[in-house]
């Protein structure tokens, strides 16, 4: 069984499109002349159209001076901001697991005390089970696995349990890059980002299974997927046309791609993506307001 040991944590919930810092805009704010009207005018809250015709859940913007929203009974409380990759991997558990929740959008520029409160590092995502508070988007979602009824997403057998963990681990490496691939269009992969997605194909291959969980995804495709939605937007970003992949490749290469389109049936994936016009905007934008 998985656990919360140290190679499951991440220590950085921060924008996927920028090197350092937290996130510091908000999409739901609607102020004249600024970033967030910006956001408000090329970039819908809720993304894309599934998002539009599936998306019931209430989900707008709390910030400075607003009032604590009461929880819902029988609801478990995700407070996330709409471009989040991490808010997205817990979402999509919360989804996959058919977990009653309802999502709402904290203005990280303007943080309402009772937020701090709830997480004085002011990072996204929290999760509050009225009992409980989480933080950091691993432990969260590893603790919904473990403590809510619903298909277990966590492998129960020993070696491929060690091999998800070690997938993880290597996968937040490659997260640490990836900011770096948004802001700089000259950037080359490092040795570990390689070292990952051979192991992330290898173990495709090995198991034969459409997703890394089997038949259907498990924990460790929903913790990688959000990174996965926004790779073709860096090359989009920076002019880049489609990865020439050599002959020797094509076949695990071709096995990745196969688990891009039914990660992209899931429902979980269907209700949280973005399209990927809306991801390259907002990629440009966050990079204007860094200089």
Request: hydrophobic share 35%; with cysteine.
């Amino acid at each position: 069984m998985m656990n919360t040991a140290p190679e499951w944590q991440c220590k950085e919930e921060v924008s996927p499109y920028l090197r350092g810092g937290r996130v510091q805009y908000h999409l739901g704010k609607t102020t004249p002349n600024s970033l967030n009207q910006d956001l408000n005018l090329n970039i819908p809250i809720h993304g894309s159209k599934a998002q539009h015709e599936t998306n019931a859940l209430a989900n707008y913007a709390t910030e400075v001076g607003s009032a604590q929203p009461p929880l819902e009974p029988g609801k478990v409380r995700l407070y996330g901001f709409g471009y989040s990759p991490y808010a997205q991997r817990v979402r999509m558990v919360l989804i996959a697991k058919n977990i009653p929740h309802d999502v709402k959008s904290i203005d990280l520029k303007n943080k309402p005390d009772w937020f701090l409160k709830l997480n004085p590092a002011g990072k996204v995502p929290v999760l509050d089970t009225g009992d409980k508070v989480l933080t950091e988007s691993l432990d969260i979602i590893v603790f919904l696995d473990k403590n809510y009824p619903g298909t277990p997403l966590r492998s129960t057998d020993p070696e491929k349990s060690a091999k998800d963990k070690e997938i993880v681990k290597k996968f937040e490496e490659y997260v640490k890059e990836f900011r770096q691939s948004f802001a700089d269009k000259d950037y080359k992969p490092s040795e570990g980002t390689r070292a990952f997605f051979s192991l992330f194909q290898s173990e495709l291959e090995k198991r034969g299974t459409t997703f890394l969980g089997g038949d259907s995804p498990g924990l460790v495709d929903y913790i990688i997927w959000p990174w996965f939605e926004r790779m073709k937007a860096v090359r989009e970003l920076h002019g880049k046309g489609d990865v020439q992949i050599p002959e020797d490749k094509k076949s695990k290469a071709a096995r990745v791609e196969a688990w891009k389109n039914n990660m992209e049936q899931q429902k979980a994936v269907k209700e949280t993506m973005h399209t990927l016009e809306e991801h390259v905007n907002f990629a440009k934008l966050m990079l204007q307001h860094r200089k």
